[in-house]
């Protein structure tokens, strides 16, 4: 049996349109790597969905004046919109509020009950006066006592970062009613034992390899501070019901339910779900921004480890930091960014997954601009891959008609030189290095323009010297069918145009080396162009 990959993206919330931070933070990157895997002839279970619990449905829904339940519709459909529109590859896009979901949930907190990993805890909670009800972290809104911002949340300051307890804001009130204060009164919660699971987590974070070391330096901060429990119950009507006597007016906590998203989807989309979720020889990779990393590199994993009931945990745990636009954070309050349903009539989803994999914050906050946009899209996709099909199938069918010039053998230096910087690009994929895998991939392309450049056709044919120039061009096809197997994960749009280039059908399988494939004499087709420039017509348009 082959072996298992299970690939799963951080679950975004359905409280607004999807932004370009979205995309190389999590659904992107998972979907190159579950192509690539899939074109080894790896099995690959890819799940994503959306997450819709929790107070931002809530708040986000009150704001609209609608029900929570249509207020998810409506994002969700957004979302699922942005999945079709850039091409991503998920065996199945799922939700949290599922029946299939609930019921998961209902047993795996049975189980953590039944093996005294939950404690009741009577605690201090925000107390809406005029609502008269509890409020979750994030209903309140308060001044920061670190930083004098008068809208950090209960739970974290968005300007200074800062983690936070309702009980430190000055001035708290509430998120939905602005004139109703807010008050610290007792209330009853459920707790996971996190506390217990220090050391055992500790030895799993030790056996983890590759990690980036933002995932890694986020998962040991929280256990060189050490473990706390953690409540996973809240006050609140949306969500997961509690399947627990005296509970029944609580909800799970939307961070104890949302992890588990992935083996529901995965059983909703696949019968034999549990051959990657109860299988230790998966490969299983998790994508997210770095605000997600503690929860998957620390509660998720607790409770997986804490079941004791072979559930796989994650292998690599790829963690991005921040992609800022213009200097500051994406934002649709402040109109600052690129969001997806704005993006395609931009430019074409092909421009943007390769221009943003070009930029992946995987090291450090990156900032993006439509003017680097412009640059990368306009030298590598126009410039290299685009213009050197285009003179190649020009040049050929005006001097050798619609069928493939006669090859020789193989350029044996050409090859070397290409297979050199395909083992480059196949090991940054396999690591999850995107940057460095088109880095990779735009050097490939790169040596088959500095070839036509050396070997000039044109000025072959000029000579009288046919031969030499239809095996030039041959060259030059075949390089272009590779492009295509190895472009494909990236730019998929692109790699099914450059296929259909020939009229013989070539699989998209990935090359363990460079080939000839494309026979003497099959028919092509001279495509239209693959890209086109972007012109940046005005400042604003630079920005």
């Known amino acids: 049996m082959s072996k298992k990959y299970l690939i799963t993206s951080a679950l975004p919330y359905v409280n607004n349109q999807l932004h370009i931070g979205h995309l190389i933070g999590c659904l992107l990157p998972s979907d190159v790597y579950a192509r690539f895997c899939r074109a080894q002839g790896r099995d690959v279970l890819y799940i994503g969905g959306s997450d819709e619990h929790g107070t931002t449905s809530e708040i986000g829904a009150a704001r609209e004046n609608m029900a929570v339940e249509d207020y998810v519709e409506k994002y969700r459909a957004k979302h699922l919109d942005a999945v079709r ?26 189980r953590l009950d039944s093996l005294g990993m939950i404690e009741e805890k009577s605690s201090l909670q925000p107390y809406s006066v005029n609502e008269k009800k509890f409020l979750a972290d994030r209903y309140v809104i308060g001044t920061c006592p670190h930083c004098g911002y008068e809208k950090a949340y209960g739970n974290e300051c968005e300007k200074c970062g800062a983690s936070l307890d309702p009980a430190e804001l000055k001035n708290p009130h509430s998120a939905i009613d602005p004139e109703s204060p807010v008050e610290m009164r007792e209330t009853k919660h459920l707790y996971f034992k996190l506390s217990k699971m220090q050391d055992k987590l500790r030895t799993w974070i030790n056996s983890r390899v590759g990690w980036p070391k933002t995932a890694i330096k986020i998962a040991n901060k929280w256990l060189d501070e050490g473990l706390h429990d953690n409540p996973i119950t809240r006050d609140l009507k949306w969500g997961i019901p509690v399947n627990k006597p005296g509970y029944e007016d609580k909800v799970f906590y939307v961070w104890f339910d949302a992890p588990w998203g992935y083996v529901s989807i995965s059983q909703a989309a696949n019968d034999d779900w549990a051959s990657w979720w109860k299988n230790p020889d998966c490969h299983y990779a998790e994508f997210m921004a770095k ?31 921040f992609l800022n636009f213009n200097g500051a954070k994406i934002s649709k309050s402040t109109g600052n960014g690129i969001f997806l349903d704005e993006a395609l009539n931009i430019a074409p989803s092909d421009c943007w997954r390769y221009a943003l994999l070009a930029s992946a914050p995987e090291t450090d906050d990156t900032d993006f601009t439509m003017t680097r946009f412009a640059e990368i899209v306009n030298k590598d996709l126009n410039g290299l891959l685009g213009n050197f099909v285009s003179r190649v199938c020009k040049l050929s069918n005006k ?87 190895i472009s494909a994960p990236v730019i998929p749009d692109a790699a099914k145009k450059i296929q259909n280039i020939f009229e013989t059908a070539h699989d998209l399988s990935w090359p363990t080396m460079y080939e000839h494939r494309i026979a003497n004499g099959e028919k092509f087709t001279v495509p239209e162009n693959l890209f086109t420039r972007i012109e940046l017509n005005n400042e604003k348009d630079a920005k």
């Open 399 to 485: 001097n050798f008609g619609d069928t493939i010039p006669n090859g020789t053998a193989m350029d044996e230096t050409l090859a070397h030189r290409i297979n050199e910087k395909l083992a480059e690009l196949t090991g940054a994929l396999d690591a999850c290095e995107f940057r460095k895998s088109v880095v990779a991939l735009r050097d490939i392309y790169g040596i088959a323009n500095e070839y036509m450049t050396e070997k000039e056709p044109w000025a072959l044919v000029k000579n009288g010297n046919t031969a030499g120039a239809a095996a030039v061009l041959n060259e030059c096809f075949q390089m272009i069918d590779l492009f295509a197997r």
């Open 291 to 321: 605000d997600n990393v503690s929860f998957h590199s620390v509660f998720f994993p607790a409770q997986e480890l804490a079941m004791d009931d072979n559930w796989k945990t994650v292998d690599m745990l790829k963690g991005f930091n």
């Open 85 to 110: 529109d850039f091409n991503l590859s998920f065996d199945l896009y799922g939700r949290t509020h599922t029946k299939l979901h609930e019921k998961l949930m209902h047993e795996l907190f049975a």
